[in-house]
């Protein structure tokens, strides 16, 4: 098991890497469908 004071970087990271992924892929959705 890891440590409990991994977990906040944990989390962390994965939130950062989640919005880098997900804000993009929003931006060209909306881009591509309004127009």
Known sequence: ???P???P???GIAAVIA???II???RK???TGSN
Do not use: H, I, T
Request: aromatic content about 16%; hydrophobic content about 55%; glycine content about 6%.
């Open 1 to 3: 098991m890891a440590e």
């Open 5 to 7: 004071s991994f977990w």
């Open 9 to 11: 970087y944990g989390l």
């Open 19 to 21: 919005l880098a992924v």
């Open 24 to 26: 993009p892929l929003l």
């Open 29 to 31: 959705r909306r881009k």
